[in-house]
């Protein structure tokens, strides 16, 4: 069986460059992923399709393996993906779980907030910029880009 955190380091590179093989070539042909924002993604070539849609969308997205906790069979990471913008890149935080099988990814739960109107979400507070787990993918002024308190 290959490394599951390289497999899922390599996971984000492929979509990060549009890799559309590369990103399907990631996931059992079964795969799913399911996320807090929309319905669930079934089977590796929908998958690959769907995150090179959101590439596009967001004119040249990419995303960033923060942190890392897993074994042979299941992991949980914190991720960011970095949004280009109207020259600034925002950065959208999450955690996802993951199950693998065959050496691939099998399933994949997402747990982030979509806000249009701040799409730079993460933790309330939690102090980005300090944290050297976060560093790799903070492109700098992430700090003035707080989400909002809500009650």
């Not at 089977?43 to 590439?55: Q, S, Y």
């Not at 999450?94 to 109107?117: C, K, L, M, N, V």
Request: proline share 7%; aromatic share 12%.
């Amino acid at each position: 069986m290959s490394d599951p955190e390289v497999l899922v380091r390599d996971y984000f590179a492929a979509c990060s460059r549009g890799d559309v093989a590369g990103v399907a070539g990631s996931f059992c042909p079964d795969a799913v992923v399911y996320d807090t924002n929309h319905r669930p993604i079934r089977g590796a070539e929908a998958i690959a399709a769907f995150f090179a849609k959101v590439r596009d969308r967001s004119g040249g997205a990419t995303w960033h393996v923060d942190t890392y906790v897993g074994d042979e069979h299941a992991a949980a990471i914190e991720w960011t993906m970095l949004v280009p913008g109207d020259g600034e890149t925002v950065a959208v935080r999450g955690s996802e779980h993951y199950e693998f099988a065959d050496g691939r990814i099998r399933q994949i739960r997402q747990y982030w907030t979509y806000d249009p109107d701040n799409p730079a979400v993460g933790l309330r507070d939690y102090p980005y910029d300090e944290d050297p787990r976060f560093h790799a993918a903070n492109p700098g002024r992430m700090s003035d880009r707080s989400t909002p308190d809500r009650p």
